[in-house]
């Protein structure tokens, strides 16, 4: 009895040591166990959450980066654009470079015309963050519209103007309802309408009052290439006078050209007309085989006060007169520009536009930006 009594107590304590030794451990096991899982979820979070940012953070830090290289190439191509403003006319046509010691390009200037060029701004030339800023300045010059009246512009009946139109004033004035533009319409345009000047020593160029006084009948007169001057020009009477190269002449008062007299400026010349009083120039009076208005150019002064080019004429020329009314009469048809202090253009007449024009003179004080 003894023994099995002992044998009992000893399984009984056995028993208790088995439960209570695994009681303790596993609950330390199933708490580490806990522990471990929460980590490891979190650590598959954060690396997700990771991997997603990092493509944005570097999207962003790299749009920083181009952001900021932009903002360098705008700088340098308007800094190239200062340079060039006042050198414009003395820069030959065409691309010119500026680089760095280092053989960098910092702008590149590409001269179109004598009123417009393009400036590019250029950083980290040749690298994968390379930038590239262009402006194309175009400066308003002396014959930038089809029809420009300071005052106002007048087209009649079933007139075409294919071009832009334009004035100082607030409107245009008066454009009939069966005529077309086939341009802009711009008011209060601001346009400098300063006189061209008289070039230095014109009153003492080459007379030719006398030749130029052509108000007999059947006259001829040669002009080759030079400057001259006249008191004035009457051509009248089937009298005719033939530019025969690059002619410039300084009118002190009128020019009339009628009765079938021309002015005929031969193939590859030229004529510059200073004009100090009005102009009258009728019935087809002018010829430019050519058909180029750039061949032909009227600069009215002060005392220029009206400018007529008749009924039923054809003419391709270039006119500027601030001072003055120009008319262009009934069935008329005119190749060039405009611009006056009022412009009339009569009805059923034809004008068009020479985009050429704009390469004439230096240019005004007006300066168009265009960013790309």
Known sequence: MGEQVTLRKRRVVALTRKRGDAGPYSVLRGSAGSVLLVLIITMVILAALSAALLPTLF???????????????????????RYTLPRLQDIA???????????????????ISNTQFTSAGIVSEGTNLEARVVITYRLKGTFDYGLFGSDGVTIGNNAVVDGDVGTNGDNLDD?????????????????????????????????KTSELDM??????VNL???????????????STVNITGDVVIYVEDTTIAS??????????????????????????????????????????????????????STTYAAIYAPTADITVGNNGIFYG????????IGNNAYVYYDEDLQDIGEGGTDVEQYFN
């Open 59 to 81: 999207t962003t830090e790299m749009g920083q980066v181009s952001a900021t290289q932009a903002m360098k190439a705008y700088y340098l191509a308007e800094a190239g654009g």
């Open 93 to 111: 046509v065409g691309t010119h470079t500026f680089k760095f010691s280092d053989g960098s390009t910092f702008f590149e200037i590409e001269k």
């Open 175 to 207: 454009i009939s309802g069966n005529a077309v533009v086939n341009g802009e319409e711009e008011v209060s345009a601001d346009k400098d309408m300063t006189p061209e000047d008289l070039p230095a020593g014109a009153a003492s160029w080459t007379d």
């Open 215 to 220: 108000s007999s009948n059947n006259q001829t």
């Open 224 to 238: 080759g290439a030079g400057e001259y001057y006249t008191a004035a020009i009457d051509i009248s009477n089937n």
């Open 259 to 312: 009765n079938n007299s021309t002015i005929n400026i031969n193939s590859g010349a030229s004529l510059t007309i200073y004009a100090g009083g009005d102009i009258n120039l009728s019935n087809n009076s002018t010829s430019n085989p050519d058909q180029t208005p750039a061949d032909f150019i009227i600069y009215g002064f002060a005392g220029c006060d009206s400018i007529t080019l008749s009924n039923n």
């Open 337 to 344: 520009s405009l611009v006056g202090k009022t412009i009339t």
